[in-house]
């Protein structure tokens, strides 16, 4: 017997935590950073195998190389966009 977990999340965390280099992500998941407004979303590592997700990824080395200014994961594209991508991948 199993159970599914949703596939994104929008984390929060507060100000205290988003200074913090160590903010808790469940094993098994990666934090990432979107948009101009920079909002985190918590997605299952399970991901980084999908070709759409490939394709951001190396979006984001294009435009930021290894340096993310956040210290996570900076993904270079809209939250509308991101949403719908990873909306195929569940």
């Given at each position: ?15 205290n935590?988003?200074s ?5 992500v ?16 918590v997605?299952?590592?399970?991901y ?23 210290g996570?994961?900076?993904i270079?594209c ?6 719908h991508?990873?909306s195929?991948?569940?």
């Amino acid at each position: 017997m199993g159970f599914r977990l949703p596939g994104i999340r929008e984390a929060s965390f507060s100000a205290n935590q988003a200074s913090s280099k160590a903010v808790d992500v469940e094993k098994g998941y990666l934090a990432v950073y979107v948009g101009e407004k920079m909002r985190r979303f918590v997605i299952p590592i399970s991901y980084l195998n999908k070709p759409s997700f490939q394709d951001l990824l190396s979006q984001a080395e294009e435009e930021f190389g290894y340096h993310h200014p956040n210290g996570g994961l900076t993904i270079p594209c809209s939250e509308d966009v991101f949403q719908h991508i990873t909306s195929f991948l569940n």
